[in-house]
């Protein structure tokens, strides 16, 4: 009916079927969206239609609905809704994103919620906030299909069908013993491909690929992106298998951390996007910016350390700017191969021996390609042959010393367990102003009387 | 059996049963390892071993092998095969895997390769290849489960389990019309609520999200993620389906183009990483490095505009590296906040209105701060009112235009339809880098009496 209506149209057709009343076409609308759709339509209604529309939304939908929205619009629907259906909707929804939305509220609002919610399942959610942030305990679902090793893979095929509807994955089902501990796992392509009356011990994988649930939610995506897994199991400390996490939030994951890699190299404040207040935003970020103003300090009182040498050869002053930024960039360049790198290597010492190795030659050639360069620029601008060779051979060195700054540091890191991304943006552009301010104005304080 | 053992215990254990010949224990292992594993073990696998190992694996064993490795190692597997079991091999493989290894062979050895392969697949794999880079096309494999309306829950259901073995996805069937039209879909998960009678056409989704072949891949991963797809389809132009892009090449894509967003902010040359030669990796980056060297030389040219005023009041080239690095790390900060954020985000008027409103109230906010720091700090070391003035209020402003310019030309360049990442990093080091020292040394300049 809708199916080649466009967005806008579909708004305005649903906003019609509201105005009168007609919660049957309203539902047949509603049938053919997907919850990123009835987002985007919920969150571009007018004021006035959002009650209706909610009270015509069935409560699986609108636990879909919740889980496509922000925050602040979660709080104003559950609102809207009343207790009594919140509670329904809170129990239908998936518990990691359930565990996100309380964790933000006071703890008295927490606890009523929690409270008008199935037992089994409020205590599920109230699981999950237990575990650390950033782990697989934290993302993790409860609706997942367990199977024992005894069943046959008709019994399987029938408990699946049953669960099916709640599972969050329907991909694999987990097999695991009396106690509840992980011993296998089999897909449900496999089981298709199975005899009705084999028996699942059988046909299991028993070498199950799985994640604890205090493993960082980094590790997970990782291992998950490695097997191509559409979802992997999580265990405590027994191996007791305690939930899953589904592929969905391994693509969060992804792009969460790599958001985060970006934020780190770029000196940025943790998690400011389109909608954080300007108060916020200036406060996660000035910290960074008031650390590189002392560290600008820092470089001017090497600079100033040097002011006879800058008095009588103004000229260094022109060349000042350029050396800093390349020995930055370079080392900005190394430092992203790298930090990236970690990600998806493994690492060993011989893999960190031949980096090091390569990003040598790498300063050597762009150091000697850059020198010749800048020196005959030198030489031409200011028709002096020796300030041409300081600069040049300046550059030299300190592009050599920047793309080892970028390479090293963030190794050391990663081996001292702290995120290479989070100090290496600031750290490394510090040293290498510091590095390459002392090497130019070092050199050419030598060469002073030949420079003048 | 070896469900306990470590890595390197299973690899001892596999070179054990090659050395002795023992092809069922072998097979035996194998079984219970992913594709992932094998891939390592493999790699790491001493190379008088690496025959027999080959020759034990099963065909589809080996294409999964296949897909796991990297380029080099694809082709010294190949030759170690040899022609026909090659051939049995690229018929199993992935079709975007296969496509991506051949796109990089010599037209000979290409079109070698492909004649061994059967009619159907090799036209397949052929197909992909036309399709430009980085587009739905490229990506997708013809692996999927094809339904016509007209069939039943049953009849579907048949099939389904016919094709679930070689399917990449067995989470959706697509529903065609008799000219291979996408006209439905219908969920694994909606089959088995079904009742085995009802018809397809009554269950289906009709509005299906799909992109079309020539979709850039960055947008196939943001519709799939959007939605929480496991699969999405691809139709050409008259929306005959074509094939689907499955949720692994999806975390690829995320990955791949954090990856892409990084090297571009960072200004490194594309595509660097663990692997690159020496020569080659120097040879990516220097071109921005060459252009930031005569970015720099501008810069240069402006300070010696104002020798003068330096000459005179040679304390103002202790503050120049920080007020250049400040500005640039501002305008850095913002555009990695926009680059970021327009991935995920959708963009309007009001969106952007309210962002550039924002920073300019960001700019301001951290503009006050340092300028009143720094300010106070270079009245204490310089015992100069005048120059804390000139200095604290030349980052004032040079705060404020580095923030608008991170945020303005990502977006510029966003509306352009050119990459905001590509051209924003180093454009706007090198702007921010220029106005920072006409503002500074122009403040300094009408000041310069009082300065002395």
Known sequence: MIKDMTADEISLYIIKTLKENKKAEFEAILEELQPYDV?????????????????????????????????????????????????KVLDLMDNDDLALLLNELSPEKKDSLLSGMKKEESSAVQGIMNYPPETAGRIMTNRFVWIRDYFTVREAVDKFKIFAEFAESINYLYVIDEARKLVGVVSYRDLLLAEPEEKIREIMYER?????????????AQTAERYDFLAIPVVDENNV??????????????IQEANEDIEKLSASGKSIDFETKTLVAAARRLPWLILLLFIGVISGRIISSFEE????????AFFMPMIAGMTGNTGTQSLAVVVRGLI??????RVITRLIARELGVGITIGVTCAIIIAIIAYIWQGNLILGAVVGSSLFFTLIIGTLAGTIIPLILYRLKIDPAVASGPLITTLNDIFSLLTYFGIATMFLKHLM
């Open 39 to 87: 987002a985007k339509i919920y969150e571009d209604l007018p004021e006035k239609h959002k009650g209706r529309f909610l009270l015509f939304l069935k409560t699986d939908v609108l636990a879909d609905l919740m889980e496509e929205l922000d925050k602040e619009e979660q709080l104003e629907l559950l609102n809207i809704l009343g207790i009594e259906k919140t509670s």
């Open 208 to 220: 199950v690929i799985s994640v604890s649930a205090a493993t960082d939610q980094e590790v997970v």
């Open 241 to 254: 298998l305690v939930g899953i996490v589904t592929v969905d939030d391994i693509i969060d994951i992804f």
């Open 309 to 316: 040498t800058l008095q009588r050869v103004v000229a260094l």
């Open 344 to 349: 998806t290597q493994d690492i060993d010492r």
